[in-house]
């Protein structure tokens, strides 16, 4: 038996690698902790009842004498106190230590239900953190085995994040199908689902509609989120929401209504901690000044993103700014400028990226006003090669239909029909419409 309570909250906290920090969480200050390991303060009931539940052991365990943690677990109370120690290690970050932990967990014969959905849902978070979404869906439908019909509220939570993680794999449909399944629940059995929750379900929803361009749907469910959030006055994400909108009236070429979207999405964001979309959607904006034939205001917005872009080494970003500078400036036909800015994106752009092929394929355009077509054609076949890697038929359909201007414009009107051909093909296959492509990527 160890000496005092201290020195064994001391020895049990760095059993499982956890700091002073991570262990005192948010009821607990640091310095408290400190005292009470060190035996210079005796911590109250309270205190100890919160320690224990984070260390996974029993007040008695705390106070008294501690069992041998390489014993196996076998009561539903040791059950009980794994999957605590497993959530103190998931909350602090240390997810290989976690999932070992509980992959040795579901392998315990009679685990009781409710600790082996726990158990699988954890597992699935986990794997989520890891990038390890294929896994974590799997992780996450057995979750669901051991959820009863009446379990309303935890299989709304699971289908939230099998959702999230079919979109991260961009199964987009497999993402819209789990998410309506989760909407339908709450609506159906009006569970009491966290309201945060619902609102990231709607806009999980909406973005894999817009990620496979069924812009409408995405916007009837933009609209139902933002109804809940002003009916419940959340301001949660209502930036993500609008800036979603912006993007799909983008698409639907609903111009003034996406401008206004996007300057309410740039009001809710926070230039100081959400910089990064704050930027994203001052492009966008610059993007619909263009679409308007408002180039000034497309020029000075962009040029305005440029410097904020730099200044922040947002290196995507300023490729992105250095893409749409140019398109605005062979937009007005000032080829010097567009060349000039294209190039730097070049530069600047990770090699094979997809935002390298669209840079590749501005430079091929800027090569056609120059009437400069074999050099274009060489920018375009480029560009087609990363966007055959990436599979994006769209864009693929894009560059072929150039390629084939280029050609028959040089009198090779054997490989002008080709590219024509396949371009067509493509979108015929697809049921792709051959929009402007000009357009940012829904992230």
């Not at 379900?201 to 469910?221: S, T």
């Not at 605005?328 to 094979?352: F, M, R, T």
């Not at 693929?396 to 390629?403: F, N, P, Q, R």
């Amino acid at each position: 038996m160890e000496s005092s309570v201290g020195t064994r909250i001391k020895r049990l906290r760095k059993d499982l690698g956890l700091t002073q920090g991570d262990l005192a969480g948010d009821q607990l200050s640091r310095a408290m902790l400190s005292l009470i390991e060190r035996d210079l303060t005796t911590p109250s009931l309270r205190t100890i009842e919160y320690l224990s539940q984070k260390l996974g052991v029993s007040v008695g365990d705390l106070l008294g004498e501690i069992r041998d943690a390489s014993l196996p677990v076998t009561t539903p109370e040791d059950i009980k106190r794994g999957l605590n120690i497993c959530k103190t290690l998931f909350k602090v970050a240390k997810y290989d230590e976690a999932e070992s932990r509980l992959q040795e967990l579901i392998h315990i014969e009679n685990v009781p239900f409710p600790e082996k959905w726990l158990a699988y849902k954890l597992l699935g978070r986990i794997c989520e953190k890891l990038n390890r979404d294929k896994e974590a869906v799997e992780h996450y439908r057995e979750a669901l085995s051991y959820l009863s019909s009446m379990d309303t509220n935890e299989i709304v939570e699971v289908y939230y994040y099998i959702s999230l993680s079919n979109r991260k794999l961009e199964n987009y449909k497999e993402g819209i199908e789990a998410a309506l399944r989760a909407s339908a629940l709450i609506n159906t059995y009006h569970a009491e689902v966290d309201g945060l929750l619902t609102i990231n379900i709607l806009y999980n929803l909406a973005l894999c509609y817009c990620r496979i361009r069924e812009f409408q749907k995405g916007l009837d469910v933009i609209h139902e989120a933002i109804v809940i959030m002003d009916d419940n006055e959340i301001q949660f994400s209502n930036g993500h929401f609008y800036m979603l909108k912006g993007i799909a009236e983008l698409y639907m070429r609903k111009f003034a209504a996406g401008i206004g979207s996007t300057k309410a999405a740039i009001q809710y964001f926070n230039s100081e901690e959400e910089t990064h979309r704050y930027v994203g959607s001052k492009i966008n904006l610059g993007i619909l000044y263009r679409k308007q034939d408002k180039a000034v205001q497309a020029l000075k917005e962009l040029h305005n993103c440029l410097d904020e872009a730099n200044e922040l080494n947002y290196k995507t970003l300023a490729v992105n700014n250095y893409y749409e500078l140019s398109l605005s400036y062979l937009y007005i036909n000032d080829v010097e400028l567009a060349e000039y800015y294209i190039q730097s994106g070049l530069e600047l752009a990770e090699p094979k990226s997809h935002l390298h092929a669209q840079c590749h394929y501005v430079l091929g355009k800027i090569l056609m006003k120059k009437e400069q077509f074999k050099e274009a054609i060489k920018e375009f076949n480029t560009a087609e090669s990363i966007f055959y890697t990436k599979k994006n038929d769209s864009w693929l359909a894009l560059v072929k239909s150039e390629k084939a201007i280029c050609y028959e414009t040089l009198e090779d009107h054997t490989n002008a029909f080709q590219n024509l051909l396949e371009a067509n093909q493509k979108l015929l296959s697809h049921d792709i419409n051959l929009i402007s492509t000009e357009l940012p990527v829904i992230s």
